[in-house]
Antibody
Framework: EVLLVESGGDLVQPGGSLRLSCAAS????????VSWVRQAPGKGLEWVSA????????YYADSVKGRFTISRDNSKNTLYLQMNTLRAEDTAVYYC?????????WGQGTLVTVS | EIVLTQSPATLSLSPGERATLSCRAS??????LAWYQQKPGQAPRLLIY???KRATGIPARFSGSGSGTDFTLTISSLEPEDFAVYYC?????????FGQGTRLDIK
């Protein structure tokens, strides 16, 4: 069974930093691109960042470029999102999602509140 | 970036009726379009990928069609559990983008 479990969400002040983690199981983690997708309260879905299976290629939404860094540790089957210089508009539930043609598996999300 | 525009914003129908949801892209995305269903307090669930392929475990009443810039998600006969928010998403080019969603309400 594929499982993605996010953690690390918290209340943080504007300008602060936070690191999210996503623990994966049930599939060969190192062979798949994975993404972070967020959803502000009462709003739609926004793709944030993606990283290739090897970790060589990374991609970012313009809204987070230069502030967020995606990374992965394939030996630990874990995805990370380092978030710096946080803004109120970064407040959202952050999901990690496995990517094969589309986001076929999602975690339950972790809430980040910037206030 | 590729902008996806979903219509209508809200659709009010009764169980047993047919639902037709639209997604229009600002430029061609080929067939690289997916549809998701999201219920309150839950993560999105993949329904359709590559415009017309049903994801694992998705009932046959869900179907997708289209290519290029115009896409449709059809639910042939609504079940009570189908009332939710639906999003389209393109993966033709970076950044990946989502539509703003269509809320499917019980009439």
């Amino acid at each position: 069974e594929v499982l993605l479990v996010e953690s690390g969400g918290d209340l943080v002040q504007p300008g602060g930093s936070l690191r999210l983690s996503c623990a994966a199981s049930g599939f060969t983690f190192s062979t798949y691109t994975v993404s972070w997708v967020r959803q502000a309260p009462g709003k739609g879905l926004e793709w944030v960042s993606a990283i290739s299976g090897s970790g060589v290629s990374t991609y970012y939404a313009d809204s987070v470029k230069g502030r967020f860094t995606i990374s992965r540790d394939n030996s630990k089957n874990t995805l990370y999102l380092q978030m710096n210089t946080l803004r109120a508009e970064d407040t959202a539930v952050y999901y990690c999602a496995k990517d094969i043609s589309a986001f076929d598996y999602w975690g339950q999300g972790t809430l980040v509140t910037v206030s | 970036e590729i902008v996806l525009t979903q219509s209508p914003a809200t659709l009010s129908l009764s169980p047993g009726e047919r639902a037709t949801l639209s997604c229009r892209a600002s430029q061609s995305v080929g067939s690289y379009l997916a549809w998701y269903q999201q219920k309150p307090g839950q993560a999105p669930r993949l329904l359709i990928y590559d415009a017309s392929k049903r994801a694992t475990g998705i009932p046959a009443r869900f179907s997708g069609s289209g290519s290029g810039t115009d896409f449709t998600l059809t639910i042939s006969s609504l079940e009570p559990e189908d009332f939710a928010v639906y999003y389209c998403q393109q993966r033709s080019d970076w950044p990946i983008t989502f539509g703003q969603g269509t809320r499917l309400d019980i009439k």
